[in-house]
Every structure is written in C-alpha cells, then in structure tokens.
C-alpha cells in the first residue's frame, strides 16, 4: 500500500466509522453469533500474496461486524461503559499514525509533558489534593496492582524486590465484599498469597464497615502479621456501592496501612462538585485510581492513576539499563519508572482532545444527564408492583428484578429473572449484565453510553417490563 492508496483508503475508513455511529441503532447491541461462527470464516493460514484492501473491508463488514457486541450503541447497558466519542477516535487516529513509543522523555518529550499536565487537568477536575501525582496506566487492574506492589514494598523496607518473600511474614490486604476481582488478582500477582486477603463485610447498602476494617487488622496485629493495603471502593462493580473514605482513611492513618481507592466508574462524576461527597477524606489515601476510557467518552484503554508519594511508586518499580540513561533524566519524568510497562502508548492525545472538545462543562452536562435519566429509571422500577430495586442509585446503575406478587419461592424468582435477561438480550434491542446481591439474581442496567437519549431509557423500561409480563 503506497501512500496514494493509503490517502483514499483512509477516507474510505473514515467515512466507514462515521457511517457506523450514525447508523449505530440498525445493529443488534448484544453479537448474535453462535460460539465458533467467526473461526470458521476465517482461513486456517495467512494469504501468501497480497489480498486487496477492498476485499480486506468487505471481509470485516461480513465477518468481523456480525461478531461485534456493539458497545458504542446507546442501548448498551451492559457492565460498565467502555465509551469513545469522534474527539477520542480521531485521536487516536493521529496516535496510530504517529506511531510514538512513550517509555522515556527522550523518546517523544511531547507524550511525556502532555501527559503530565493531563494528569494535572484530570487531578484539579475531580477534586483531589495538589500533592497528588498521575500517570496513565492501561486500566484500573493494572493500577491497582501498582499500588499493591508498591505497598507490598513499602511494609517490607522495599526488600522483597532485592531478596523476595523470604522472611517477610505475612503482609495481609483487606477490602470489602464487594470489590472488584481485581483485587484477589493483583494480590496473587503481587505473590501475597489469596489467604492473605480480608474480606471485611459490608452494610445494607454493599459499602464496607469500617469497624469490621478496624478489627481484621488489630487482629492481625496481635497474630503478627503486617497489614499491608486496604482497597476502598467508590462505585462498587455489583452495585456502585461507596465505601465511606473518611473512616477507612482514618483507620488506615492510626495504622499505617497503605490506601488504595479504585473509583473507576464513578471517578468520573467527581467532575460534578455535587459528587465531591464521596471522595470527602481523600487527603488520607495514598493512591487513586479512575478510568477516563469508561465514562468520560475517551477510548480504551485509558486509565488515571494518582499517588501521593511518587517517589515509592519509582522505587518500587525503577530499573535503568544502560542502553535506557539520558541526560536529561533528573529533570523529566520517565514514566517507564511509574507501573509494569517499559513500552507505553502515547494516551495523554486523545485526553487532550476529549478535554478540550467538550469542555469541561460540556462533560459535566453529559454526566448530570446520564445521572437523571438513571434516577428517573430507578423511580419508575420503585413504583412498580411486579419489580423491586435490590441496592440503592447513587449513580448510574441500577440493580433490580422482576418479583411478581404471587410468587415467594427465592429460588424461582432467580430463575425468572435469569430467563428474562436472556429473552432481553436475545432481542437485540438492549444489552444487560447481572449480578447478585444477597444471593439475589440482580440485572444491572448502566445509564452510560455516550450517544444515550431520554428514548433508549423509556423504550429499555417499556420493553422489561412487556419482556417480564409475558413469561406468564
């Protein structure tokens, strides 16, 4: 491909995407293609000469789109939102173009200070300390295991990194019920050991006790071991429950226990100053972490991480060959030094440009709606004798089942609701996930998606509940 093709090509590219996001809604949200129809297409060894790029685009519109779960479709409701926006895509056009590795300063200085002073945009939006230093991670599980090396290292006098585990005893990590699964995996990762993880309970509401967190590590203290990291949760996975900072700040301070807070959905509605609650006591935490890549419309990956003491998290992980030194080294950050990848994507553009296209004003608008088209939901689900709420809304997502009257047996409701998910997402119209609470069949339903309209929510209600009726 010369670079005259590669110029009409190109535009053809673009006008394909532009085509897709407006004609978005014509496709069915969830893949309905059976496990292994993909592979089948697909030859079993690459083509020896040269395939035309117009028989290459044909291919991807006839067997890569029907295998596509369509997250950009505003009735994607499903997990989490992994959103994009047209700032965010053209970046990241301009990103592939360039084709920049950002390990170093050396090695593009302008992906370097970019991020830098993303990093500084991003801290002041949502409201955290000035002390506070951020760099872009891939995403909140690799963020959260920089903070669980980082804290491992910490307890043990950053000895395990030069002489391992030997010795060291027993460093315990503790978080709630409800967190993420990252957690146990970075604590296995970290070679902490998964018995060493407290699972401290929760309240009604799904957020942790921070009494019950007070007395895992005494008694830990008094068995000899080192309590090593806590992980609180703004916006639990399940549920986006909050776990109360302040008091879990607090008890780690007394402790001298490391705090890591994953806040990788609701992060993003720190930009809102009424949502500043749930980050009251952040000065106590040492490290945060949110996701611009799942609802400030910037593309994966893109994940925020901040820490307050940079200078542990190069400890822990600082290694400089000689074939990586510069001269300029003590004057820059090199951001190799700041988590587990030496080659890093020049992320920071596409903030640059999401940042700077909506304002932040205009991304506050998007959130504050996303946010009253989920309570207006959340009303109407309340309100309805045949379904219940099963956790509270403080955000986006909303957790709830269809529970006709005339049925009390828990076991069949849980069926019930498992079968109605599948008939919903079997329609195409919608894409929803589960959960459970309490040993409760939940659907979550997450008021997201970047092109979501007040009509996705009323036609996502309307088509639940004529969905939920008709299993009678």
Same mark, same amino acid.
């Given at each position: 491909m010369d670079f005259t093709d590669f110029r009409k090509q190109g535009h053809e590219v673009v006008d394909w995407i532009a085509d897709y996001l407006e004609g978005i809604e014509e496709f069915p949200v969830m893949s309905q293609v059976s496990p292994g129809r993909i592979l089948e297409q697909l030859p079993r060894g690459p083509p020896a000469e040269p395939v035309p790029f117009e028989e290459i685009l044909s291919d991807f519109n006839n067997i890569v789109i029907p295998g596509i779960t369509h997250w950009q479709h505003p009735s994607f409701f499903a997990y989490f939102p992994a959103n994009s926006s047209p700032p965010s895509v053209l970046a990241e056009m301009l990103t592939a173009g360039l084709g920049v590795q950002c390990m170093v300063w050396q090695t593009s200085p302008a992906g370097t200070e970019l991020e830098q002073r993303m990093m500084e945009w991003l801290r002041d939006m949502i409201g955290l300390p000035p002390g506070f230093e951020g760099v872009i991670q891939d995403g909140a599980s690799t963020s959260t295991l920089c903070s669980i090396l980082t804290a491992r290292e910490r307890a043990a006098g950053y000895a395990i990194n030069e002489s391992g585990m030997d010795g060291v005893g027993k460093l315990i990590t503790y978080s709630s019920t409800e967190t993420h699964s990252s957690i146990e995996k970075g604590v296995k990762i970290a070679g902490l050991g998964r018995e060493n993880i407290r699972k401290v309970p929760v309240d009604d509401d799904y957020a942790m006790i921070p009494d019950e967190l007070e007395r895992a590590i005494e008694a830990d203290m008094s068995a000899g071991n080192t309590p090593t990291c806590v992980v609180a949760t703004v916006g639990t996975t399940g549920s986006t429950a909050i776990d109360p900072v302040k008091e879990i700040g607090e008890i780690c301070s007394r402790h001298g226990v490391w705090l890591h807070i994953d %806040? %990788?959905?609701?992060?993003? %509605?720190? +930009? &809102?100053? $009424?949502?500043?609650?749930? +980050?009251?006591?952040?000065?106590?935490? @040492?490290?945060?972490?949110?996701?611009?890549?799942?609802?400030?419309? *910037?593309?994966? @990956?893109?994940?925020? !991480?901040?820490?307050?003491?940079?200078?542990?998290l190069r400890r822990t992980f600082e290694i400089t060959p000689e074939y990586l030194r510069t001269k300029v080294d003590k004057q820059v950050n090199n951001y190799r030094d700041w988590g587990i990848q030496l080659g890093r994507r020049f992320r920071a553009l596409k903030l640059w440009f999401v940042i700077r296209s909506y304002g932040v004003e205009g991304l506050q608008r998007k959130v504050r709606k996303h946010l009253?088209?989920?309570?207006?939901?959340?009303?109407? +689900?309340?309100?309805?004798?045949?379904?219940?709420?099963?956790?509270p809304v403080? &955000?986006? *997502?909303?957790?709830? =089942? !269809?529970?006709?009257?005339? +049925?009390? @047996? $828990? =076991?069949e409701i849980n069926a019930i609701n498992e079968r109605l998910l599948k008939d919903l997402n079997r329609t195409g119209e919608v894409y929803m996930?589960?959960? *459970? &609470? @309490?040993?409760?069949y939940t659907i979550r339903l997450v008021v997201g998606q970047t092109y979501i309209k007040e009509r996705h929510v009323d036609r996502a209600w309307e088509l639940i509940r004529k969905t939920a009726r008709s299993q009678k």
């Amino acid at each position: 491909m010369d670079f005259t093709d590669f110029r009409k090509q190109g535009h053809e590219v673009v006008d394909w995407i532009a085509d897709y996001l407006e004609g978005i809604e014509e496709f069915p949200v969830m893949s309905q293609v059976s496990p292994g129809r993909i592979l089948e297409q697909l030859p079993r060894g690459p083509p020896a000469e040269p395939v035309p790029f117009e028989e290459i685009l044909s291919d991807f519109n006839n067997i890569v789109i029907p295998g596509i779960t369509h997250w950009q479709h505003p009735s994607f409701f499903a997990y989490f939102p992994a959103n994009s926006s047209p700032p965010s895509v053209l970046a990241e056009m301009l990103t592939a173009g360039l084709g920049v590795q950002c390990m170093v300063w050396q090695t593009s200085p302008a992906g370097t200070e970019l991020e830098q002073r993303m990093m500084e945009w991003l801290r002041d939006m949502i409201g955290l300390p000035p002390g506070f230093e951020g760099v872009i991670q891939d995403g909140a599980s690799t963020s959260t295991l920089c903070s669980i090396l980082t804290a491992r290292e910490r307890a043990a006098g950053y000895a395990i990194n030069e002489s391992g585990m030997d010795g060291v005893g027993k460093l315990i990590t503790y978080s709630s019920t409800e967190t993420h699964s990252s957690i146990e995996k970075g604590v296995k990762i970290a070679g902490l050991g998964r018995e060493n993880i407290r699972k401290v309970p929760v309240d009604d509401d799904y957020a942790m006790i921070p009494d019950e967190l007070e007395r895992a590590i005494e008694a830990d203290m008094s068995a000899g071991n080192t309590p090593t990291c806590v992980v609180a949760t703004v916006g639990t996975t399940g549920s986006t429950a909050i776990d109360p900072v302040k008091e879990i700040g607090e008890i780690c301070s007394r402790h001298g226990v490391w705090l890591h807070i994953d %806040a %990788a959905l609701a992060g993003t %509605a720190l +930009i &809102l100053p $009424e949502y500043r609650w749930m +980050i009251d006591g952040v000065e106590n935490a @040492d490290s945060f972490v949110f996701n611009p890549h799942k609802w400030m419309f *910037t593309n994966f @990956d893109c994940s925020a !991480y901040f820490v307050k003491d940079p200078g542990s998290l190069r400890r822990t992980f600082e290694i400089t060959p000689e074939y990586l030194r510069t001269k300029v080294d003590k004057q820059v950050n090199n951001y190799r030094d700041w988590g587990i990848q030496l080659g890093r994507r020049f992320r920071a553009l596409k903030l640059w440009f999401v940042i700077r296209s909506y304002g932040v004003e205009g991304l506050q608008r998007k959130v504050r709606k996303h946010l009253t088209l989920a309570k207006k939901l959340a009303e109407r +689900i309340s309100r309805s004798q045949d379904f219940e709420l099963l956790a509270p809304v403080p &955000l986006n *997502t909303i957790c709830f =089942r !269809y529970s006709p009257p005339d +049925i009390q @047996d $828990e =076991r069949e409701i849980n069926a019930i609701n498992e079968r109605l998910l599948k008939d919903l997402n079997r329609t195409g119209e919608v894409y929803m996930t589960h959960t *459970t &609470l @309490d040993d409760r069949y939940t659907i979550r339903l997450v008021v997201g998606q970047t092109y979501i309209k007040e009509r996705h929510v009323d036609r996502a209600w309307e088509l639940i509940r004529k969905t939920a009726r008709s299993q009678k």
